[in-house]
């Protein structure tokens, strides 16, 4: 079973910066992870943020295209998303999602095919 535990989220000017964090435990071996974020902002449905691969590829929706960076260190099984620049509108519950893969030389990974959620961070933007 997969856990991730997102946090750094806060209240700041427009203008400001925060990294969020998200801390996974309980990979398989025989896995891959892809991990995006999520955010929701009251009355409004959940919408992508960015992605990175297994693989280190990432990717953004254009609203936070050069404002915001997505990185991740495998030896802490974390994954950070700068956002810098921050705008009102960016205020939003974030969350993290996990979806597992199998490795390709792997017979089996028990986990794939599953999504897993965080509990969320919560980011405010005031103007």
């Known amino acids: 079973q997969v856990r991730l535990v997102e946090s750094g989220g806060g209240s700041v000017q427009a203008g400001g910066s925060l990294r969020l964090s998200c801390a996974a435990s309980g990979y398989s071996y025989y896995c891959r992870y892809d991990i995006k974020w999520y955010r929701q902002a009251p009355g409004k449905e959940r919408e992508f943020v960015s992605m990175?691969?297994?693989?280190?590829?990432?990717t953004y929706t254009d609203s936070v295209k050069g404002r915001f960076t997505i990185s991740q260190d495998n030896a802490k099984n974390t994954v950070y998303l700068q956002m810098n620049s921050l705008k009102p509108e960016d205020t939003a519950m974030y969350y993290c999602?996990?979806?597992?893969?199998?490795?390709?030389?792997?017979?089996?990974?028990?986990?794939?095919?599953?999504?897993?959620w965080g509990q969320g961070t919560q980011v405010t933007v005031s103007s």
């Open positions: 990175i691969a297994s693989d280190g590829t990432t």
């Open positions: 999602n996990a979806n597992a893969y199998t490795k390709p030389w792997a017979a089996y990974c028990s986990q794939a095919g599953r999504g897993y």
